[in-house]
């Protein structure tokens, strides 16, 4: 099993930045991709970024493109997503998984494990 814990959510105003950590723990061995995903109230989950866990390869949605940088540290095990020019449009609970298989890194019913979430709000 693998454990994932988020953190750096919060309160911010529009255009603010903000950084989200998801540290994993457990069996990192068998994780092929860990990707962030968000949800807000009355909407479905939807993808947001993904990144390899070798970190070669990143993916990303097109409402988030050249605003999110998705990266991860081998060291500590931890992926992050560095949000900037926040807008209220991304406010949700964020959540971090991870997968063992390869494909499909878009889809959530794909990944294995999930975080708790981390809510970040974003006021104008």
């Known amino acids: 099993q693998v454990q994932l814990v988020e953190s750096g959510g919060g309160l911010v105003l529009a255009g603010d930045s903000l950084k989200l950590s998801c540290a994993a723990s457990?069996?990192?061995?068998?994780?092929?991709?860990m990707g962030w995903f968000r949800q807000a109230p009355g909407k479905e989950r939807e993808f947001v970024s993904a990144i390899s866990w070798s970190g070669s390869r990143t993916f990303y949605a097109d409402s988030v493109k050249g605003r999110f940088t998705i990266s991860r540290d081998d060291a500590k095990n931890t992926a992050y997503l560095q949000m900037i020019s926040l807008s209220p449009q991304d406010t949700a609970v964020y959540y971090c998984a991870v997968r063992s298989g390869y494909g499909y890194v878009t889809q959530p019913m794909r990944y294995d494990y999930w975080g708790q979430g981390t809510q970040v709000t974003v006021s104008s």
């Open positions: 457990g069996r990192t061995i068998s994780i092929a991709y």
